[in-house]
């Protein structure tokens, strides 16, 4: 069972996992950009984290049932694609949900 799991601890998957806070240190361009103060961007935010509470228990039962690979797989992409929208997002509420998606991740 380990061997398979020996994979998943690399620092690829640790770069998926960081990529989900990177956007804390930008928060004051967005605030600038999209022309939202900081109490809608931390409630923005909060989509995040509540994203990743809803989706943390389940993924890793998920992890439990079928091979660790799939959820890591389905998480890395997910994580990837939000990414990717995030930085194309030009509205408060398309930001939002994103880091939602991300946050389920």
């Known amino acids: 069972m380990y061997e398979k799991l020996r994979w998943s ?33 931390a409630a923005a935010l909060s989509m995040l984290y509540a994203g990743y509470a809803l989706a943390l228990s389940p993924s890793g039962l998920a992890a439990a049932v079928v091979d660790a690979w799939r959820p890591l797989l389905v998480g890395a992409v997910m994580a990837f694609s939000a990414n ?20 389920l991740a």
Request: proline letters at 6%; a negative charge; charged letters at 15%.
């Open 9 to 41: 601890f690399r620092p690829t998957t640790l770069s998926f996992y960081l990529c989900r806070y990177s956007i804390l240190p930008l928060l004051p361009s967005i605030s600038a950009e999209l022309g939202a103060g900081y109490d809608e961007l």
């Open 84 to 103: 990717i929208l995030m930085a194309l997002a030009s509205d408060l509420k398309l930001l939002a949900l994103l880091l939602l998606v991300n946050g």
